[in-house]
């Protein structure tokens, strides 16, 4: 006992002695569960852990910059979030673990809110959920093991910023984003995505207008890679999609005026590579090889999508009417769907 008691007291000294250098830059500590009521830089000291039935940090002051400083927020309560801000503006947290909890960090109506470096673990649902904030940057988080959708974003008011470099694994889902516009989904990871109840989904974009979503890997889920659903002017180019159980991209049938181009979608199961089932798309550069059901298929209540420059080979078909005058690589049961016959597709006519 002697030799503990000895570790833990340098330990606890030198803890005290860099107080003085926080307050001399400027920053508050923090050490204990706690309420930010005041704008303000704080900076987290220890591990903390949540008190029964409350968030372990919550956030009602704007202009406040949460530096975890490196250390684990733990919620052992799963119907309650570790982080809660329920109206940021001007918020930032950074560089540290948050663990359980129903979310990780749970943000309600606000603006300019920043997420970035956070490690997101093991909540009951979802592992980042922000309602209706505008403005929002969620940049270089890893986040897995949770039951809900790693990044989700919903209600009813247009979201915009960007969703940036994150790495999302064993989750029920990657990023969905309800209502979002003027949006930016780039550079994510998203991988084994089967790990709660549900169709997990890669990205999610429904009820949006004018979103980004560019240079993303989605791998080995049980649900569809990408899904545009009540949306319309996206654009979708350069995404690499493999193992989708349930298909590569779907764009259901009020989802208009979005350009797919140069996505690579292979080995999906269930669903086709690409389904088109809307108007006035273009579909250009990509790559649907090797899926279980078709390559490509512009459903019956598409019209006036051009296609051109797309490859697909190696598809096994899904049956239907589509075989009887298409292969399995692709098929067209819609109206005025155009080509300017440049694609590698082993149809008659491409």
């Known amino acids: 006992m002697r030799r503990t008691r000895k570790t833990l007291i340098p330990a606890a000294i030198a803890m005290l002695a860099a107080l003085p250098s926080f307050a001399a830059e400027g920053r508050i500590p923090v050490w204990q569960p706690t309420v930010l009521s005041a704008p303000g830089k704080y900076v987290v000291t220890r591990n903390i852990t949540a008190n029964p039935g409350a968030p372990a940090i919550q956030v009602t002051a704007a202009d406040v910059d949460l530096d975890l400083n490196g250390m684990e927020v733990l919620q052992p309560d799963s119907g309650v979030p570790a982080i809660y801000a329920p109206s940021p503006s001007g918020v930032r947290i ?71 470099d994150n790495v999302i694994r064993r989750t029920s889902g990657g990023i969905e984003v309800l209502g979002g516009t003027s949006l930016a989904i780039v550079h994510n990871r998203i991988e084994q995505s089967a790990f709660g109840p549900g169709l997990p989904r890669g990205v999610v974009l429904d009820g949006c207008a004018g979103v980004l979503v560019s240079d993303n890997t989605i791998q080995d889920i049980s649900g569809p890679g990408i899904s545009i659903l009540g949306s319309g002017g996206h654009e979708v180019d350069r995404n690499v999609i493999r193992g989708a159980a349930a298909g590569g991209i779907f764009i259901d049938n009020v989802s208009h005026d979005n350009v797919l181009r140069a996505n690579v979608i292979t080995a999906s199961g269930a669903g086709s590579g690409i389904a088109v089932y ?41 049956g239907g009417p589509c075989l009887a005058v298409f292969t399995p690589d692709f098929c067209d049961n819609g109206i005025g769907n155009s080509t300017a016959l440049d694609n590698f597709l082993p149809s008659p006519g491409m």
């Open 278 to 318: 809307s108007s006035r798309n273009v579909l250009e550069g990509n790559l649907s090889n090797s899926n279980l059901s078709f390559g490509l298929v512009l459903g019956t209540s598409s019209k006036a999508n051009v296609y051109r420059q797309n490859v697909a080979r190696g598809n096994g078909g899904g």
């Open 94 to 164: 950074h560089d540290g673990a948050i663990r359980g909890g129903r979310n990780g960090v749970q943000a309600g109506a606000g603006s300019k809110l920043i997420l970035e470096r956070l490690r997101v673990a093991d909540t009951a649902s979802d592992g980042l959920l922000l309602s209706d904030v505008d403005s929002q940057v969620v940049r270089d988080n890893v986040i897995f093991n949770v039951a809900g959708a790693g990044i989700q974003l919903d209600g009813n008011l247009p979201k915009t910023g960007s969703i940036a």
